[in-house]
Structures are given as structure tokens and as C-alpha cells.
């Protein structure tokens, strides 16, 4: 019979919210930001063609300052609060703490955002954008990682999930790499 009393970590790590997904909220506000990204991920999978869903919006991102401050503005738009960390944790959203880490996954009102600097499995942020396409997402363009390096990052987690999403991305890949009549 599971203790009626609270555990040492009950209470360390923040709820989850239910809201509901719109990443075209989150995708507009970081171009409207003139946020240097490329968008990766299964919300990149999609736009590419992918059946599998996404809930959340994955993003590389370039680390120069300029583009650092821009994103900083943007996140503070969105109201970003870090995934998984205790309420009331202090952290300090802003360029200096963003060229720090590599990897910092956030809630918003509009879904999860995670934002990477550089993912497991894929080039230089400047040849994973220069392999990119420009695609429209959820009514917003943005840089959208090629098919390539998306079958790479998934493969690179080892992770169940992710190759079976790297399995229907290959397959993506063939249907995309076809001649059209």
C-alpha cells in the first residue's frame, strides 16, 4: 500500500500543465524576433511530411551574440519557464546564461520549446542550416533541417522512439528523393 505521506521529491519537481500545442504562436514570435534557427525535430519531420506527430517545437540556434539577445526577447515573449525544475528555481533568462549552455527545454503557454545549440547527430549549426529548407510551418516560414540530418539526430539518441521515427524518416527520404512525373 502506497504512504499516505509525501516523499523526499514529491513536491521537488513542477507539474506539468496541459495547454494546448500551437507552435505557430512560438514559430512567429522567434521570426518576428529575427531569431537566427533551424527548426529539427518531429515538428520539422512534419513539415517535411512525417505522419508522426509532434508536441513540441525543437530548434538549433546560432550562438553569436547579436542573436542570442534576439532570442533572449523572444523567450521572455513566450514566458518561459524551465521543463521539469523546481518552482522558484532561480535562472537567469539571458544571452550570457543562453551562450553558456547547450541545451535548455522550456514550457510556454503555447507547448514545450527546446532549444539546442548543438544536437547529438548533426553538423555545424552553419552547415545544418545551409542544408535546410525554407518551409511553411504552421503558417509561419521558417529554416526547416533537411530530411538527412533529421535521420541522423534521431539515430544518434539511441533511443527506441527515435528510431522508429528515423525508420518512417528514411522512408520519407525516398518518397522526397523520387522523380516526379
Known sequence: MPSPLPTSCSET??????????????????????VDFVLIGGLAGMALG??????????????????????????????VTLRGAPPGLPFQLDAKT???????TFDTPYGSLDILTDPNGAPSYDQLKAAGSDL??????????????????????????????????????DVLRAPRD
Open 13 to 34: 519537481v513542477a507539474r506539468p500543465r496541459r495547454v494546448e500545442f500551437q507552435p505557430g504562436v512560438i514559430l512567429e514570435c522567434l521570426r518576428r524576433h529575427e
Open 50 to 79: 512525417s505522419a508522426l506527430p509532434s508536441f513540441d517545437v525543437d530548434i538549433a540556434y546560432a550562438r553569436d551574440i547579436p542573436n542570442l539577445e534576439r532570442l533572449e526577447e523572444a523567450l521572455r515573449e513566450l514566458r
Open 98 to 104: 543562453l551562450k553558456s549552455g547547450a541545451m535548455f
Open 136 to 173: 511553411e510551418v504552421e503558417g509561419v516560414t521558417v529554416r526547416v533541417a533537411s530530411i538527412d540530418h533529421l535521420i541522423a539526430m534521431k539515430q544518434s539518441t539511441g533511443r527506441s522512439k527515435n528510431e522508429y521515427m528515423a525508420q518512417e524518416y528514411r522512408g520519407l527520404s
